[in-house]
């Protein structure tokens, strides 16, 4: 990125540097509205550049824009990964042109970032203390963090007098950003739960056979999300029944440049020979039932992002233990019938205990219907 290209202008907000929150007049009118619609522009713009980073790792997506006094977005910055430049910081390099003979910002200069500027010294030091060196008046961000040792990170900007304002645009950000907060919050791996079923709810027919229930556009789709993952999951029975591969394949059959983690659960086991433990990815037997400590290993591993393909033992239990975060399906258009369900038992006795789920996103891809899905909230 260039420093001093010509970015977009979004809104005039005027606002005095050393006004603290708790300065703000009382008659807000037309500049407070600026102001708002200035930072939920800059956030819209922050949360797009957060999406340039890797949806895998150990790390967050995170975008962050820096505003002059004029409201205007002057230099802008994301996260590539762990080890690399947190967004703040790049945004920061790319504003270095405003900066003063001392290394600060001009009075009046917003930092808008979409999660609070982290707290601690990881590969990199704390964004928190990298904001405040370099004399930024405001800091505004979307969503808290919610890591044990990365937090905190308003508390520390407030106290070196920095004006803090948290959850612009909160509901977009955590949306967008539900795999690392999850994960990150529960100390677990998210959980993405997905299975391909005909309309009436069966995986397989009577013979076991199963290639192809969903289309080639529904394949494709799903081979795309598997590279933004960190793992795949299934059980044995998957493995010994299907050997399947397990990697992300583009619909011209070569490998994604990122490959998943291919994990397989059971006390089963496996020969070598099997296709899931070739050289196209690495891949992990836990010759366990415990799906809690297998999670908690892999979460100790790195690993914040599961996506589990089976079979229908392996995904009812992830389900009946409340572990699934999002359910993916892809629906097709026929009618096979039989015993070979998608999902098999819950424990579920009566209706009032069913498992009561919500549709986040639904549409067509070819001619099956996508369905993505999240337990309803009580």
């Known amino acids: 990125m260039v420093a001093h290209a010509r970015l977009p202008r979004l809104a ?65 910055g994301w996260h590539e990964g762990a080890g690399t430049a947190h967004a703040e910081v790049m945004a920061l390099q790319n504003a270095s042109q405003f900066f003063d003979e001392d290394g600060r910002l001009p009075s009046g200069y917003t930092a808008v970032v979409t999660l609070e500027p982290c707290n601690h010294t990881g590969r990199t030091g704390p964004c928190a203390e990298a904001l405040i060196r370099a004399g930024v008046s405001r800091v505004v961000y979307a969503v808290s963090d919610p890591g044990q040792e990365s937090s905190g990170g308003a508390a520390t900007l407030t106290a070196a007098g920095i004006e803090v304002i948290g959850g612009v645009k909160a509901e977009a950000a955590a949306a967008q950003g539900r795999v690392w907060l999850t994960a990150t919050r529960l100390q677990r791996p998210f959980v993405t739960l997905k299975w391909a079923a005909s ?13 192809w229930i969903s289309g080639p556009e529904s394949r494709a789709d799903s081979h795309e999300r598997r590279s933004r993952v960190d793992a795949i ?31 397989v659960l059971g006390e089963t086991e496996l020969p070598n020979e099997k296709r899931v433990f070739n050289d196209d990815a690495p891949s992990v037997h836990f010759r366990t ?20 393909e089976g079979g229908p033992k392996v995904a009812s239990k992830f389900a009946r233990l409340g572990l699934v975060d999002e359910f993916i399906v892809y629906q097709a258009p026929l009618l096979i019938g039989g015993d070979r369900t998608a999902i098999r038992n819950l424990d579920i006795a009566t209706m009032s205990d069913a498992i009561q789920l919500e549709f986040v996103e639904v549409k067509r891809l070819g001619n099956d219907i996508f369905i993505r899905a999240t337990r309803k909230e009580a």
């Open 12 to 76: 005039h907000a005027n606002i005095p540097a050393s006004m603290n929150s708790h300065e703000i007049p009382t008659q807000r009118g037309a500049s407070q509205m600026n102001q708002s619609h200035s930072y939920e522009a800059a956030m819209t713009r922050a949360l797009e550049l957060a999406l340039r980073g890797p949806a895998f790792g150990v790390n967050p997506q995170v975008g962050a824009v820096i505003l002059n006094p004029a409201g205007e977005i002057v230099a802008e």
């Open 199 to 211: 309309l009436d709810g069966r995986a397989a027919a009577e013979d076991g056979t199963s290639k």
């Open 233 to 263: 999951l299934v059980g044995t029975r998957t493995v010994v029944a299907d050997d399947p591969e397990l990697t992300a394949r583009k619909p011209d059959g070569s490998l994604y440049e990122h490959q998943p983690m291919r994990v």
């Open 289 to 308: 039932r415990s799906i809690h400590g297998a999670l908690a290993e892999l979460f100790q591993r790195g690993i914040r992002h599961v996506w589990v």
